[in-house]
């Protein structure tokens, strides 16, 4: 009993103790308890199981496929985009070495050839010649002398003066009708009755000396403007002559129906001054491989800008009929120039393609020609090197869309990165007619994509240097 009393204390926390334990025992020997227990131990079971023998490979195997699924689906598009890019140069064995110098000159020939066609296959042609408004000069002097003998009507001598300058100013009445597309009037012939294919096309076209034949085609180095021939102003058959009656025609009017007449010849201005050409057609020199190359790429983005051009306003000459398909009433009506910037190197700076400073170039406007970055930040890589040209063109209101999207399904993949348009009278003082429909004068930036496989092996290792591939393989 004395224990007890001594040892109460300890005695009574070993009591307690044990009664803990029994409680904690029973607790954990209850259902819940042994419930929650028996779910870690089946889950820890499940995660063993999975790290020795993975039950997921089905869902791997999916992603795998799908991924390869991806792959063949962009190196199927690749090849696709390559094979639409794929071009064929102007001549053989040029590229990317010539065989021989004989090479460089038959380039450039046949290059000078390409290029000064570029108008043709738009129906294009530029305002009256000299020669032009000479005819119609000898046209209304016919008409007023038959009007003068049929009204036995003497008329006073006066001597026909070219009015100063080369100005063209429109008198009344110069404003084409509303186009035929919209449902309204046809425009009246004046001073003539040319209509486009009915003399076929001009003339015999001399690259290095001018145009002969017909007059629709612009005349390096002679001006595409009313310009008098060499010796003063013109003169009109029979004036001073004492077998015919002296006549008086003004000046105004023939230059006024001689632009009519032109107007109602082509299907849009354009003439090889409104194409970029290459620099190395200045020089008597054989062009360099560098310069081959520069023109031959610029020869193709041009010719699918012609392409474009041509399509859209064929799709309207077909809805028009042959005797309407005039640039009154089609939906390109002038291209204005055509620059081939160049290419958008790796840097993210522009290698450009330089042109003519020939007297065929001297009076294009350039001050739309400058490069600025797209929005894109495209610049040329393994895949596609970047090229950047820009269309400078008057174009109906309702059909600058259908000329962006045409041109965007060209060869060279082309995106547009820029536009600024500006409103387009119907007439100007130059002379130029452009109907009755509303137009606008735009100015479009598009990027061009070529395949670097498909034409890497044609540049010549001077291209290479410049666009730093060989740098870039040496890596």
Not at 42 to 70: C, V
Not at 107 to 117: D, G, L
Not at 423 to 432: C, K, L, P, T, V
Request: charged fraction near 25%; hydrophobic fraction near 35%; aromatic fraction near 8%.
């Amino acid at each position: 009993m004395q224990f007890v009393k001594n040892h109460w204390i300890s005695l009574l926390s070993g009591l307690v103790a044990l009664m803990g334990i029994a409680g904690a025992v029973w607790f954990m020997m209850s259902d819940s308890v042994v419930e929650e227990m028996s779910k870690h131990k089946q889950l820890g079971a499940n995660i063993s199981r999975l790290m020795s023998s993975p039950k997921n490979q089905a869902m791997i195997d999916a992603e795998r496929d799908r991924g390869k699924a991806f792959s063949d689906e962009y190196n199927k598009t690749l090849s696709v985009a390559e094979d639409r890019n794929r071009r064929e140069v102007l001549l053989d064995g040029v590229f990317p070495k010539p065989a021989d110098l004989q090479r460089h000159y038959q380039f450039k020939e046949e290059y000078v050839t390409a290029v000064y066609q570029l108008p043709r296959e738009l129906g294009g042609g530029g305002l009256p010649t000299a020669q032009d408004v000479q005819d119609m000069t000898e046209i209304m002097e016919d008409e007023a002398r038959r009007k003068a003998e049929q009204e036995d009507d003497s008329v006073p001598t006066q001597k026909w003066t070219q009015p100063t300058g080369n100005t063209f100013r429109p008198g009344r009445g110069t404003t084409f009708q509303p186009s035929p597309r919209m449902g309204g009037p046809q425009m009246p012939p004046r001073g003539g009755n040319l209509r486009p294919g009915a003399g076929g096309p001009p003339g015999n076209y001399n690259p290095y000396g001018g145009a002969t034949g017909g007059g629709n085609m612009f005349r390096p180095g002679g001006g595409s403007g009313l310009q008098a021939p060499r010796g003063g102003a013109f003169q009109p058959s029979g004036w001073g002559g004492d077998d015919k009656k002296n006549v008086t025609v003004s000046g105004a009017e023939v230059q006024y129906r001689a632009a009519v007449t032109k107007a109602r010849s082509v299907r849009t201005y354009a003439t090889p001054a409104s194409f970029h050409i290459s620099s190395m057609v200045d020089s008597d020199r054989p062009p360099s491989e560098r310069d081959m190359w520069y023109a031959q790429v610029g020869l193709w983005v041009q010719e699918d800008m012609v392409e474009a051009i041509r399509d859209v306003n064929d799709a309207a000459a077909k809805l028009l009929g042959e005797d309407e398909a005039h640039v009154g009433n089609m939906p390109v009506k002038n291209v204005e120039r055509i620059h081939v910037l160049g290419y958008v190197m790796s840097s993210g700076s522009l290698l450009p393609f330089l042109a003519s400073t020939g007297r065929a170039q001297a009076n294009v406007d350039t001050t739309h020609a400058e490069f600025r970055p797209s929005f894109t930040n495209r610049t040329s890589d393994e895949l596609f090197d970047v090229i950047r040209v820009q269309l400078v063109v008057v174009v109906d209101c309702r059909d600058v869309l259908k000329l962006i999207d045409r041109v965007t399904r060209g060869k060279f993949l082309y995106q547009l990165v820029g536009v600024e348009y500006t409103r387009s009278e119907a007439s100007d003082e130059r002379g130029y007619f452009y109907g009755g429909e509303p137009s606008i004068r735009a100015v479009l930036d598009f990027e061009g994509y070529m395949a670097r496989k498909v034409y890497k092996p044609l540049m010549p290792a001077m291209v290479l240097e410049d666009l730093g591939i060989a740098k870039e393989e040496q890596q």
